[in-house]
């Protein structure tokens, strides 16, 4: 990424390690000079951050800078204070763990800020919800409270800490800050009495009265002017201009008000913090006795009504002292100088205790309630090495606390780190250091170490002196190295040190501390009649801070000294349970002045910081190693074999996966547990390569999970629908239940009325009646008679037969009726043909009954088709009816086609023109057919006519139709002879002829052997009938 930053970072180099003379100081300082020149405050080595205070503002804490750095690989970017704190935040939410950021540095070389700047990226960069805002802007405003209480200007510093913070912000599971927790450290109480020349007492005292509403100083009994109160006019120097006591009361009281502080705290709090400057006011006066006395007991009343407390009680306090014995109380009181410092130390005590119930209520409202598991990352802000003209036990505490911290980073650094290559068989040269553990042994060794010489002085019975703590001193630690007093030093070094101090060789430097209050700090003491006093106090801070249960303990607090050295242990214990960054910041001139570099200084800092050593571990070391188990868990999905798991051992998995990736051979090293990466380039190449293979991994992760909503949704629904399905066949089964009950019972029902259908009408029968009765009827419609020769009916139950007969009777006679009004006169007169046909022919001649349903016709031959020659000799009579017949001759049985003709007197055999024979009905005497289904009529005529033919033997193939018509026309009574076997007829006159009938397989009619005409029809005439039409077309 080559931004603009980028761009103009091209000063010196960006990390000391890429320093080609990396043993050489000069080297060192021309690279931090060259880059400070440039405005280039950071640098690298490796993954420390050096910073160089610039003493002036660089436009490079902008939000564009925040996003800058967010989410990048440290190293793409130029140093920054925010890549430390990106770095850490990106390894925490990666990895769950816990970080902390350590910063040192001196007295002023910009902890604070550096830490601040940390805490504004954290809350501007990290996700955030609406409900933590609260949680955020709680962590940022705890730091002016916290300042504004804590801070002072030193010589060093216009806002020097004067108290150790340790804040731990929490962040949840999505990397939220959700919470903090601050821990203070020793806060630098004398000062709220005392101050060397250049200083100030804390800066609430000033914010107070410069920003507070005139009414609000007066209520607490206040003059704006810090002048006029003793304990904040001993700095005898103009206004600080870079110190707005104005401006930052504001920013104070807004961030009050963010912290959950009630108006009632506030009121409180300040109460006590204007009581403080009352008490400084307090004048001492010795009676005659010696003793103390107030005069003015003005600032005791306002002591008094701020703290709750009663004016006597506290006047008494403060002059007079209780001393107990073993059976009584005595109280004696106070030298004017005893007073003094029963004041001041009321005054210290009370500030004290305040400012560590300011942090409980923070913290109170820092907390977060959610119990789940947070990962924290803790800002350590503590006072910076420091060495002043004069040095009291705030500045031995304080350079004590230096030396424990660089002895930290000795631990997790330089010696961890050699030691680590050395324990996983990687090859290594050692690189020489200096451990300032002898100095930390010095200070806090058992029995032997300074603190508890002056604790063993604070306890010994008799008189006990911080000369005499000087003498016990150099009695028993008069040996050590690193220390030194007039006495020890030779001829050369007396002069520089005072009668009443010791010298100390820290790792950072000489410091000369002067013994003078060293027991009574240590000790802290607040005589018994006092801490009376404060736990009756109402003001409802301080009951919470002077607990009644106090004075009845008797046994000895533990001394400050200790406390602190507890403290700092613990602290430790902390820190080394946590993953580390370090800044190590730099002051580079003494006279807070932008663009001065002061090589002296400067060149002091990089050695005690102990900068060249870490240099040369960092560049003869790899810039990473870890656990086989945490790389292989970490990166495993980079390579198919290891991924999801890896069944061998994890060092086999880390070389599979590594050699899948390909790393270079000078680019790591195996050792028994770890793997040790040397160039950053590498981790980031693969950490690039994870978050790319995260994003498929993610997506296949939100895949089988949406999947499985989308099942869970699927299986919710097949069961609703399941359900909804049984219920629906649950109410069709009810349905279909209730249905069949019902037919069970019409079922019942009507078996019961068929079984009792005989009975009388009954509830047993009656349905089924109406049920029997209403069927027949519907039923019947569909089964009526269609013509009156139809005789079928549709059989009716027993109820019904009577009904039916009715029905019967009355549908005949529709039928009849109907048929009656269909008959035409020309119907009724062929009935009345048929009626003499049945006269003559039924029963008697076969086809009779088949010929039934063929209606007789009025003629077969239309006039047209009779010659009119023949009309001519029939004499106009008109003709009857006409056939076509076939004649056969009488004697030889030959057949002609003739046309019969019927009129009203005669009967005609016609050939085309010809009248071949006229029968008139006068001398008709019959007509003969045989039984059989024969068409053969023979018309006979009377014998005695000589003139006349013979009988007329006709075929026709409407025998019963002519035979019919000519008996009508006739008119003669058994006219017509129906006979069997065979019938003789007058061949002429006198001579008979027989015709034979007969049956016979086949149709035929000839002139058998005897001369007779033999005729065998069929056994059916009808059936015939089509071969006798074959026959007559032949002729
Ligand atoms: N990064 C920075 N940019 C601009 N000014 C800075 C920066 N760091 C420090 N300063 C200036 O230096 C002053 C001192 O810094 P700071 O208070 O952080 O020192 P410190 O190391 O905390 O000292 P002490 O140990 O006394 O508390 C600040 O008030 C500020 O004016
Ligand atoms: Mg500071």
Not at 37 to 49: A, F, H, K, R
Not at 626 to 641: A, G, I, N, T, V
Request: glycine fraction near 6%.
């Amino acid at each position: 990424m080559e931004g603009t930053l980028t761009a103009r970072d091209k000063v010196g180099v960006q990390d000391f390690v890429l320093l080609d003379a990396h043993t050489s100081e000069s080297a060192f300082m021309d690279n931090l000079r060259k880059r400070f020149s440039e405005n280039l405050i950071y640098t690298y080595i490796g993954t420390l951050l050096v910073s160089v205070n610039p003493y002036q503002e660089l436009g490079i804490y902008t939000m564009r800078q925040m996003e800058l750095y967010q989410g990048v690989n440290f190293f793409e970017l130029p140093p920054h204070v925010y890549a430390i704190a990106d770095n850490a935040y990106r390894m925490m939410c990666s990895e769950l763990n816990n970080h902390f950021i350590l910063i040192s540095g001196e007295s002023g070389a910009g902890k604070t800020e550096a830490s601040k700047k940390i805490l504004q990226y954290f809350a501007v960069t990290c996700p955030m919800t609406e409900s933590l805002q609260i949680a955020r802007d709680r962590l940022l405003l705890s730091n002016p409270v916290l300042e504004a209480f804590g801070n002072a200007r030193t010589p060093r510093n216009d806002n020097s800490s004067r108290f150790g913070k340790y804040m731990d912000i929490q962040f949840d599971f999505q990397g939220v800050p959700v919470g903090g927790h601050i821990i203070s450290y020793l806060i630098e109480k004398s000062r709220v009495v005392h101050q060397n020349q250049g200083e100030r007492n804390f800066h609430i005292f000033y914010q107070l009265l410069a920003g507070s509403e005139a009414d609000h100083l007066a209520y607490l009994g206040l003059e704006r002017d810090p002048q006029l109160y003793k304990y904040l006019s001993q700095d005898h120097c103009a206004k600080e201009s870079s110190v707005n006591d104005k401006n930052d009361w504001k920013t104070v009281s807004d961030a009050f008000s963010v912290i959950d502080f009630t108006e009632a705290d506030l009121q409180n709090l300040f109460g006590i913090i204007a009581s403080v400057l009352h008490l400084g006011n307090i004048r001492f006066q010795e009676d005659d006795q010696g003793c103390a006395t107030i005069p003015d007991t003005h600032e005791i009343k306002w002591i008094a009504k701020l703290l709750r407390v009663y004016p006597s009680v506290l006047l008494e306090a403060l002059t007079h002292r209780k001393i107990e014995t073993k059976t009584e109380e005595v109280v004696c009181p106070l030298t004017l100088e005893l007073s003094v410092y029963a004041r001041d130390a009321m005054a210290k005590a009370v500030y004290g205790r305040t400012f560590t119930w300011l942090v409980n209520k923070i913290n109170s409202s820092l907390v977060n309630k959610d119990f789940t598991q947070k990962t924290v990352i803790g800002l350590l802000d503590i006072y910076g090495f420091e060495v002043f003209d004069k040095n009291g036990f705030e500045q031995f505490c304080i350079n004590y606390c230096n030396e424990k911290l660089q002895q930290l980073l000795i631990e997790r650094t330089l010696k961890a780190e050699q030691a680590e290559y050395e324990t996983e068989g990687i090859e290594w040269e050692p690189i020489q250091y200096f451990n300032n553990k002898i100095i930390c042994d010095l200070v806090e060794e058992r029995h032997k170490g300074i603190i508890s010489i002056l604790d063993e002085e604070c306890i010994r019975p008799g008189p006990a002196t911080d000369l005499s703590f000087l003498e016990k001193l150099e009695e028993k630690v008069g040996k050590h190295a690193h220390f030194q007093t007039r006495k020890l030093a030779g001829p050369k070094g007396q002069k520089r040190i005072g009668w009443m101090e010791f010298r100390l060789f820290h790792y950072a430097g000489e410091v000369t501390y002067c013994t003078k209050g060293f027991l009574e700090k240590n000790n802290d003491l607040l005589y018994r009649h006092l801490k009376e006093a404060l736990c009756g106090c109402q003001n409802s801070i301080l009951r919470e801070c002077f607990l009644a249960a106090e004075l009845e303990n008797h046994r000895r607090p533990p001394t400050v000294g200790t406390q602190f050295k507890n403290s700092l242990s613990s602290l430790l214990e902390i820190l080394i349970s946590k993953e580390p960054s370090y800044i190590r910041c730099i002051k580079p001139n003494d006279r807070k002045e932008p663009s001065e570099f002061d090589d002296f200084l400067v060149r002091h800092q990089i050695k005690y910081l102990g900068l060249m050593e870490h240099l040369r571990v960092r560049r003869a070391g790899f810039a990473y190693q870890r656990k086989y188990e945490h790389f292989l868990q970490r990166y495993k999905s980079l390579c198919p074999d290891t991924w999801p798991h890896w069944p061998g051992p994890p060092g086999e998995g880390v070389e599979r996966l590594i050699k899948y990736i390909g790393y270079k051979p000078e680019e790591y090293k195996l050792g028994k547990t770890k793997i040790f990466i040397r160039f950053p380039r590498t981790l980031f190449a693969t950490e690039d390569a994870f978050e790319f293979s995260k994003h498929q991994l993610v997506s296949r992760i939100q895949a089988t999970y949406k999947g499985c909503l989308e099942r869970r949704e699927y299986l919710k629904k097949r069961e609703a629908a399941t359900r909804l399905e049984a219920h629906w066949r649950g109410a069709l089964a009810r349905k279909e239940v209730r249905r069949r009950k019902w037919a069970v019972q019409i079922i019942r029902k009507f078996i019961n009325g068929f079984i009792n259908r005989h009975q009388p009408l009954s509830p047993n029968n009656e349905e089924f009646l109406v049920f029997v009765r209403k069927n027949y009827i519907l039923n019947l419609r569909y089964h009526i008679p269609k013509n009156v020769l139809d005789k079928s009916w549709l059989q009716p139950p027993g109820i019904l037969e009577n009904a039916s007969d009715l029905l019967r009777k009355m549908c005949t006679r529709n039928l009849v009726r109907k048929y009656c009004c269909g008959v035409t006169a020309e119907w009724t007169a062929m009935m009345q043909q048929k009626v003499v046909a049945s006269e003559i022919f039924r029963g008697k001649k076969e086809g009779y009954a088949e010929s039934l349903n063929q209606p007789f016709v009025n003629t077969r031959i239309d006039e047209g088709d009779i010659n009119p020659k023949v009309l001519q000799l029939m004499d106009s009579e008109k003709i009857q009816y006409s056939v076509p017949v076939i004649k056969y001759d009488r004697k030889g049985f030959k057949p002609r086609q003739r046309q019969l003709i019927l009129t009203q007197k005669a009967a005609y055999v016609v050939e085309l023109a010809k009248i071949k024979q006229k029968i008139e009905y006068s001398a008709l005497k019959g007509v003969s057919t045989s039984s059989l289904s024969d068409g053969i009529l023979v018309i006979h005529v009377s014998p005695e006519n000589k003139k006349k033919k013979g009988d007329a033997i006709l075929l026709c193939e409407h025998v019963f139709e002519v035979v019919t018509k000519l008996a009508m026309l006739v008119k003669k009574e058994n006219l017509v002879n129906v006979v069997q076997g065979s019938l003789q007829f007058y061949i002429t006159p006198g001579k008979e002829g027989t015709i034979v009938f007969d049956t016979g397989p086949e149709e035929q009619i000839y002139k058998d052997k005897n001369g007779q005409l033999t005729v065998m029809p069929s056994f059916s005439w009808l059936a015939a009938w089509p071969r006798l039409q074959n026959f007559r077309s032949q002729i």
